[in-house]
């Protein structure tokens, strides 16, 4: 595997996510935000749409680097005090605890072994977190990757990081066939809860958890094959989904309109997104889960079957929205169960994922092997 010799015009040569790591810190604190939450907010009809809309959000675990107090309580440690939540220097700092071995674990499951010496670039996508020397210059010695291996950062793009640092890594294999590319997606949601009395931004917090996702991509033919890529902007939508460093933390805001813009958007777009092809010949379909309205938005808007974002809605469950990382554990997910069981019919895929713009990046995808 991945001795990489071109038998077509380098023009046309393929790129292929060979391997996909994936890793969660070690506390599901899903329950106890639903419960710690409700503090949150100052009369009863508010904290009684918490516990519906948490009862029907699709999420049964989130994984967190923090672990959670209980009893009304925040987190363990007392990272988090009511009256007192921490400053960005104070999260950003906990980022850098966490992440380098977080990520460590996500790369450790791509088995590379021998490998390492093979690796010429490093991706790192990442919008929760920023500190220099950075998580790229880590993983270099971690691993120990040749300090030659270019590294590139893609910061703060949101949830669609993924399809983007999969959109870099197959131009830097198809001008460079002997490479081989490890993108690392990281996110840590958790360190910038907000303490806030309204509604809507502990609701955008009930959907988010830590989580990171590694891949590996090359000219050799096997694994998921990335055959193109598409950004669509709604015009006129861009104070729908937008993410600011503030004092405390970085402020989100995720406005309620975003599944309906993109149930307006996605139609229009799709014949550009998949050439023409009608959207019955995709056999898979891996769209961010961003939260279960995005997917029901999504589902309803392409008419797809019910069983088309079985895998997305799968990840939702087990892990909520981890900004970047998710749409990988849903590839992950796709390409397990391909190499299992052979699911997908003709293997052809699309990929898209949902951030600031707003914007859907996406990517169609062929299963290798």
């Known amino acids: 595997?991945?001795?990489?010799?071109?038998?077509?015009?380098?023009?046309?040569?393929?790129?292929?996510?060979?391997?996909?790591?994936?890793?969660?810190?070690?506390?599901?604190?899903?329950?106890a935000f639903v419960e710690t939450a409700q503090h949150l907010l100052p009369d009863e009809r508010s904290r009684r749409l918490l516990r519906r809309m948490a009862e029907r959000c699709g999420i049964e675990r989130r994984w967190s680097v923090f672990e959670a107090a209980g009893g009304g309580g925040l987190d363990r440690g007392g990272f988090y005090r009511w009256g007192a939540f921490p400053g960005t220097a104070s999260r950003m700092a906990l980022y850098e605890q966490h992440a380098p071995d977080l990520a460590?674990?996500?790369?450790?499951?791509?088995?590379?072994?021998?490998?390492?010496?093979?690796?010429?670039?490093?991706?790192?996508a990442t919008c929760t977190g920023f500190y220099a020397p950075g998580l790229d210059h880590q993983l270099v010695e971690r691993f120990g990757l040749s300090p030659s291996v270019e590294r590139t950062v893609v910061g703060f793009m949101g949830c669609y990081a993924a399809i983007n640092a999969l959109k870099l890594a197959r131009h830097i294999v198809r001008s460079e066939p002997e490479s081989v590319v490890l993108t690392v997606n990281l996110e840590l949601c958790t360190l910038h809860l907000q303490e806030r009395p309204d509604l809507e931004t502990v609701l955008s917090f009930l959907i988010f958890g830590d989580g990171c996702a590694a891949g590996l991509v090359s000219a050799e033919p096997s694994g998921i094959a990335l055959d193109g890529f598409r950004a669509v902007v709604v015009p006129g939508t861009a104070d729908q989904i937008t993410w600011r460093i503030g004092e405390s933390g970085y402020d989100m805001h995720l406005s309620g309109a975003v599944p309906l813009t993109l149930a307006a958007g996605l139609p229009r777009a799709l014949p550009a997104i998949l050439g023409g092809r009608p959207a019955d010949a995709i056999?898979?379909?891996a769209v961010h889960p961003g939260g279960r309205s995005i997917l029901d938005a999504v589902e309803q808007a392409l008419a797809l079957d019910p069983e088309r974002l079985e895998e997305s809605r799968a990840v939702l469950r087990d892990f909520g929205n981890m900004s970047s990382a998710t749409v990988m554990f849903v590839l992950k997910r796709m390409l397990d169960r391909f190499r299992r069981t052979g699911y997908g019919g003709n293997g052809d895929g699309v990929a898209m994922a949902f951030g600031p713009g707003l914007t859907a990046e996406t990517m169609t995808f062929r299963m290798a092997a």
């Open 104 to 124: 460590a674990q996500a790369v450790e499951r791509l088995e590379i072994g021998a490998l390492r010496s093979r690796i010429t670039h490093l991706i790192v």
């Open 1 to 31: 595997m991945f001795s990489v010799h071109a038998t077509q015009p380098e023009h046309l040569m393929t790129a292929f996510l060979n391997r996909i790591g994936t890793a969660v810190p070690p506390f599901d604190i899903h329950a």
């Open 283 to 285: 056999e898979l379909w």
